[in-house]
Nanobody, 117 residues
Framework: VQLQASGGGSVQAGGSLRLSCAASGRTFSTYFMGWFRQRPGKEREFVARINLYTGRKMYADSVRDRFIISRDNAKNTVYLEMNGLKAEDTAVYYC???????????WGQGTQVTVSC
């Protein structure tokens, strides 16, 4: 499975960005797709995930009500719409595929998001 993330960039606080993650290859065993991020000096952390079969979504408390994860199964693509961005959202964002047990199977390359005050 290959994951291609895109859509990062620089934005001012309060602005919006949309990240995309396109999956290719042997994706039939993928149950969830998700987004994680690694802020400067911090460990990688969970941001959001979506069940590719039911559409059920989960979010980290820090992004709930600001970020929206969605999917386009026909395109094997997951999106992360980020609104109301804050300086603390500055991070490298990674997409990933997860198994039914919630274990991460594959990582995409990161995409940098920088939010300035």
């Amino acid at each position: 499975v290959q994951l291609q993330a895109s859509g990062g960039g620089s934005v001012q606080a309060g602005g919006s960005l949309r990240l995309s993650c396109a999956a290719s290859g042997r994706t039939f065993s993928t149950y969830f797709m998700g987004w994680f991020r690694q802020r400067p000096g911090k460990e990688r952390e969970f941001v959001a995930r979506i069940n590719l079969y039911t559409g059920r979504k989960m979010y980290a408390d820090s992004v709930r009500d600001r970020f929206i994860i969605s999917r386009d199964n026909a395109k094997n693509t997951v999106y992360l719409e980020m609104n109301g961005l804050k300086a603390e959202d500055t991070a490298v964002y990674y997409c990933a595929t997860l198994s039914a047990a919630g274990n991460i199977d594959y990582w995409g390359q990161g995409t940098q998001v920088t939010v300035s005050c």
